[in-house]
C-alpha cells in the first residue's frame, strides 16, 4: 500500500466496570484520510473512540499511532502524541466563555490553525467570543468543540457525530470544515449515523455492530453497496 | 456620641471592624477550602492544621534561624504549600477512587496528628510573636483605636483573596483549573496533566491557609489548637457561602466576620453562634448556599 499507516486498530476491547462493549475491534486510517465508523446506536462506535484517546478504564489489544503503541498510555500523553477528540457530547465548559473555551487545550506540536484561520471558518465563532460557552446554539457549541482541536496541531482528528441534531445549513457548513481540513493534511476519523452525509466527505467507511468492525466499504463502492448498507444500519 | 434607635454607633462600628479581621482570616481560609473542593471534591479537613503549622513555621524560622515576619509570609506558604502537595502525592490522591467520605476522614486524621505532634513538641500554652516593627502603634479613629497591624491584616487579605480571585477567573491556568473542576477527564484527554494540576491546587489552598497562618501569628499567641478553633466557623462559612465557590468564599467570609462583630454588639450572648444559626437557616431555604449552584 502506497498510503502510509496512521492509526492501527488491532483486537481492541474495552469495558465500562464489567460490562464487556468492545470484542477485537480491528481497522485502519492512513494519513490524510477521511475514515468513518458506521453503525447502529449502541454498536460501540463512542467507546472506539475513547478507548483511542485513553478515555476507557478498562481497554486491551493495541491501537497503534504513527508507529507508538498508545494502549497502555494516559490520555494526556496520548493527545500530547497528536490525536484530539470532539466528543459526542461536545464537552463545552459551562465556566469558560467562547474564546477560554477555544484556548482551553494546550497547543501541542506546530501546524494547527490560527485563531483568525478558525474565525474565518466559524464566524459565529468570533461574534460571541465572550459568551459563556454553553450559552451558544447546538450548531455553535458544535463549531467550538471542532474549532478548539484544529488549533493544537494535532493531526489525527476523532470526530463523534459532529452533525448530529443541527440543522440542514450547518451540517453543510461542517461538511465544508471537514473537506477544508483534509485538503489541509489533517486526518480525520468520524462517527456518524447519517451515510448521505458520511459519503459527502469520505474515504472510506467501516460498519461496526455489536462492538466489532464488520465491513469495510470505500466511498466509491457506496452506491454499490446501498442495499447492503440498509441492511447493517437497520435503515 | 451619635446613636440611631438607641444604639451607641460608635462601639459599634467598633466591633464591625473588628468583626472584619476575623472575616480576613474567614475569607483566606474558606477560599482555599473552596479551590480545593472545586477541583479535588474532598472536604479538607487538614485546612486549620496547615493554617496552625503555617504559624508554627513562621515561629520556628524566627527564633531558631532568625528568619523574621516579611520574609516569612512568602516563604511559610511555599513550604507549607510544598508539604500539602506531598501530602496529596502520597496520601490523598489514592483515594480518588473512592467516595469523597474517605478523603475527608483522612484529612481529619491528618489534622489530628499534626495537632497531637505540635502539641507534644511545643506544648499547649501557646508562644508569643511579636508584631514586626513596621506595623506597631495604632491610629485613633474617634470610635476605637485601631491598631496598625489589623488594618495590615484586613488590606492584606483583602489584597490576597481578590488576587486569587484574578488567577482562577482571568488567566488561561485558571480556565483550565475552571474546565478541570467541570470535567477532568475530558481536559486530561486534551492534553492537560490533570493530575499535577490537582496536587498544585491543594499545595495553592494550603499555601492560602499557610499564609492566613502567618497573618495570625502576632495576633494570637501561636498555639496547637488556633487551628481546630477557627476551622469549624469556616466550614460554616464555606456552607453558607455555597461549596466550591471561589468569589462567594471571599464575599462570605468578610460578611460574616461584619455580622458576627455586630452581633457582638447588638446581642453579645449570641456571636458565637451567629453564624451556625445562619448556616442552619440557609441549609434550609437554599442547600447549594447564598453563591453556589444548585446540583
Ligand atoms: N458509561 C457507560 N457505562 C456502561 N455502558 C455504557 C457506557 N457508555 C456506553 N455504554 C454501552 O456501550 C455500548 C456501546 O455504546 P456506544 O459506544 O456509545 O455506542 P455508539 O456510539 O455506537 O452509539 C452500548 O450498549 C451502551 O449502552
Ligand atoms: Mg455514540
Known amino acids: 500500500m502506497a498510503e502510509r499507516s496512521m492509526l492501527e486498530v488491532r483486537g481492541l476491547n474495552a469495558w465500562y466496570g464489567e460490562s464487556h462493549i468492545l470484542h477485537g475491534v480491528d481497522f485502519d486510517v492512513n494519513e490524510g484520510e477521511v475514515v468513518t465508523l458506521l453503525g447502529r446506536n449502541g454498536a460501540g462506535k463512542t467507546t472506539t473512540m475513547k478507548s483511542i484517546m485513553g478515555l476507557v478504564g478498562t481497554r486491551s489489544g493495541s491501537v497503534v499511532y504513527r508507529g507508538q503503541e498508545t494502549i497502555g498510555m494516559r490520555s494526556d500523553l496520548i493527545a500530547r502524541a497528536g490525536i484530539a477528540l470532539c466528543p459526542e457530547e461536545r464537552g463545552i465548559f459551562s465556566s469558560l466563555n467562547v474564546t477560554e473555551n477555544l484556548m482551553l487545550p494546550p497547543v501541542i506540536g506546530p501546524g494547527g490553525l490560527s485563531i483568525s484561520e478558525i474565525h474565518a471558518l466559524f464566524p459565529n465563532l468570533k461574534e460571541r467570543a465572550a459568551s459563556q460557552g454553553t450559552k451558544l446554539s447546538g450548531g455553535e457549541q458544535q463549531m467550538l468543540a471542532i474549532g478548539r482541536i484544529l488549533r493544537t496541531g494535532a493531526k489525527l482528528l476523532l470526530l463523534d457525530e459532529p452533525t448530529e441534531g443541527l440543522a440542514p445549513v450547518i451540517v453543510q457548513q461542517i461538511g465544508r470544515t471537514i473537506r477544508e481540513i483534509k485538503n489541509r493534511g489533517f486526518t480525520v476519523l468520524l462517527v456518524e449515523q447519517n451515510f448521505r452525509f458520511a459519503a459527502t466527505v469520505a474515504d472510506r467507511h467501516y460498519v461496526m455492530d455489536h462492538g466489532v468492525v464488520i465491513d469495510m466499504i470505500q466511498n466509491h463502492e457506496l452506491a454499490a453497496n446501498m442495499d447492503k448498507l440498509h441492511d447493517y444500519l437497520g435503515v | ?295
Open chain 2, 1 to 295: 456620641m451619635l446613636s440611631i434607635l438607641g444604639y451607641n454607633v460608635g462601639p459599634m462600628l467598633a466591633q464591625g471592624v473588628l468583626g472584619l479581621i476575623n472575616g480576613a482570616f474567614y475569607a483566606l481560609l474558606s477560599l482555599g477550602l473552596a479551590v480545593i473542593f472545586g477541583l479535588l471534591n474532598i472536604i479538607n479537613f487538614a485546612h486549620g492544621a496547615l493554617y496552625m503549622i503555617g504559624a508554627f513555621v513562621a515561629w520556628v524560622l524566627l527564633n531558631y534561624l532568625g528568619i523574621g515576619y516579611w520574609p516569612s509570609l512568602i516563604l511559610v506558604p511555599i513550604l507549607v504549600g510544598c508539604f500539602g502537595m506531598l501530602i496529596e502525592r502520597v496520601l490523598i490522591s489514592k483515594l480518588y477512587k473512592l467516595d469523597h467520605l474517605y478523603g475527608l476522614l483522612l484529612t481529619f486524621g491528618l489534622a489530628l496528628i499534626m495537632e497531637g505532634l505540635m502539641r507534644n513538641y511545643f506544648g499547649s500554652s501557646g508562644m508569643p510573636f511579636a508584631v514586626p516593627e513596621s506595623l506597631r502603634g495604632a491610629t485613633r479613629l474617634g470610635f476605637m483605636i485601631m491598631p496598625t497591624y489589623r488594618v495590615w491584616v484586613v488590606a492584606a487579605s483583602f489584597v490576597v483573596c481578590i488576587g486569587t480571585w484574578l488567577v482562577i477567573e482571568k488567566t488561561s491556568i485558571g480556565a483550565t483549573l475552571r474546565a478541570a473542576t467541570e470535567n477532568p477527564a475530558l481536559v486530561q484527554a486534551f492534553g492537560v496533566n490533570v493530575p499535577r494540576l490537582v496536587t498544585m491546587t491543594y499545595g495553592g489552598g494550603v499555601a492560602l491557609a499557610a499564609f492566613a497562618g502567618v497573618m495570625a501569628a502576632p495576633m494570637y499567641s501561636v498555639n496547637p489548637s488556633m487551628g481546630s478553633n477557627v476551622i469549624i466557623v469556616v466550614f460554616a462559612v464555606v456552607v453558607i457561602g455555597g461549596m466550591g465557590s471561589i468569589l462567594g468564599s471571599i464575599l462570605t467570609g468578610f460578611g460574616l466576620g461584619l455580622v458576627e462583630g455586630f452581633t457582638k454588639y447588638l446581642y453579645p450572648q449570641g456571636s458565637g453562634v451567629v453564624i451556625f444559626v445562619l448556616m442552619v437557616i440557609v441549609l434550609l431555604l437554599r442547600p447549594a448556599g447564598l453563591f453556589g449552584k444548585a446540583a
